[in-house]
């Protein structure tokens, strides 16, 4: 039992099984830090009062993944989701694997891409800890390969000489970067919307 | 150097599936990556690569029967195999953006298995995350191979389709032996000889 002084943060959780608009973004649910204070009374017991926090705890249910909102993945996308969920029903230690929060974490990823209309990807794993989104151009020359962490997400694009791209997105800016992600996927354009997208999003490493 | 595809037969219904890019790379104690190929050397033809294979698959079906938690809809399937060369895999360090330090490939004889060779990447220590490091690795893999060499294990036979129908070809092409018909011969003859030296029958 925690004594009168002691600080115990709780993670700031919601899960809805509606899509809601500012979902991930939204404001209120970042950067807060619940502390619970024991009440006046002597008596045993504790009640909870929020508080906003400086030194923000960002706390959601799975590292910095805000588990908001469920989106059915639908359509093209049911098969997408069927997959995922299909990998995590192997046995521990089998390659095929992914952790729990990795298959939360790559609906998530799966619903933002299915909202604003990217064509799905294909799907493979190199380990339990991630999974792989990967588009390929239509002449076979490019790949663009978005691996999900629970944590992270990274972007890499390819052609069969090198590898061309590769940045980091934060979970919280990855709505923002799909509209240029849904542009790159062609893979023949202008690749200016990944430069856009890196330099608006998230560190980058590239090189031209 | 060969890379069987081995995957769940499950998978065949799914072609969300990137089946050619499975790959299993552990992590491992000291930092660096480890995944597994075989060497063309002790397994010098289609037949010594096929057969390799389907023990593989055979022994991971079998190893799951004898904890009682095999289920046939991850029967575990050996579909064919990519080949890509030593110098390939070495080079992928020259690739600054791949994140590796050095890649090498060790012969090791695992679980009996005389073809088999370590894959080893070290990785560079300059803040790439490690998952989206073994992407790039893969990516790069994947461009250097050929292939694929497709196959169907006696014990398969009862699958249909098959899911080797499934292996993607990879941007180099389909796989063509380029060797001389008397290199083909020295590397049978000699692993033939090793074999008969090692007290092996094959």
Not at chain 2, 33 to 49: D, F, I, N
Not at chain 2, 115 to 124: E, G, S
Request: aromatic share 10%; net charge neutral.
């Amino acid at each position: 039992m925690p004594n009168r002084t002691d600080k115990v943060y709780l993670q700031a959780v919601m899960v809805s099984s509606e899509p809601e608009e500012g979902g991930a973004l939204d404001s209120r649910w970042t950067g807060q830090a619940y502390r619970i204070a024991p009440r006046q009374s002597t008596t045993s017991g504790l009640a909870a009062t929020t508080a906003q926090s400086e030194s923000a705890i960002v706390r959601h249910m799975f590292s910095n993944v805000p588990v908001i909102g469920y989106r059915e993945l639908s359509g093209d996308y049911g098969e997408l989701g069927q997959a995922l969920s299909e990998m995590t029903q192997f046995e521990q230690g089998d390659e095929w694997k992914i952790e729990p929060p990795v298959y939360e974490a790559a609906r998530y990823v799966a619903g933002q891409l299915m909202a604003k209309d990217v064509p799905p990807p294909r799907l493979f794993n190199h380990g339990p800890k991630s999974v792989v989104f990967n588009w390929t151009s239509s002449n076979n020359d490019k790949n663009l390969y978005l691996t999900v962490s629970a944590d992270k997400i990274s972007a890499l694009i390819s052609s069969p000489a090198r590898i061309e791209r590769r940045v980091e997105i934060d979970y919280s800016k990855l709505p923002n970067a799909i509209y240029a992600l849904s542009a790159s996927i062609e893979l023949g354009a202008d690749d200016r919307q990944i430069i856009l997208f890196v330099t608006g999003a998230a560190s980058a490493s590239s090189r031209r | 150097m060969f890379r069987h595809a081995i995957h769940p037969v499950s998978f065949q219904k799914r072609v969300v599936f990137a089946v050619p890019k499975f790959w299993n790379l552990t992590d491992q104690p000291d930092g660096s990556v480890l995944g597994s190929l075989a060497w063309e050397r002790y397994a010098p033809t289609g037949r010594y690569v096929h057969e390799h294979g389907c023990r593989l698959a055979s022994r991971r079906n079998e190893a799951k029967r004898r904890v009682g938690k095999y289920d046939e809809k991850q029967r575990q399937v050996y579909c064919g195999a990519y080949q890509l060369s030593a110098k390939s895999i070495r080079s992928i360090a020259s690739d600054q953006l791949a994140g590796v330090l050095s890649a090498d490939v060790i012969h090791q004889v695992e679980e009996g298995e005389i073809a088999h060779t370590d894959l080893r990447f070290h990785l560079q220590a300059d803040g790439f995350d490690i998952e989206a490091t073994k992407t790039a690795i893969i990516d790069r893999l994947w461009n250097a191979s050929s292939g694929p060499l497709t196959h169907v294990c006696h014990c398969d036979r009862d699958i249909t389709p098959h899911p080797n129908s499934h292996l993607d070809t990879p941007p180099l092409g389909a796989y063509r032996d380029n060797r001389s018909m008397a290199l083909r011969l020295w590397g049978l003859i000699r692993f033939k000889v090793w074999l008969w030296f090692q007290g092996f029958r094959f």
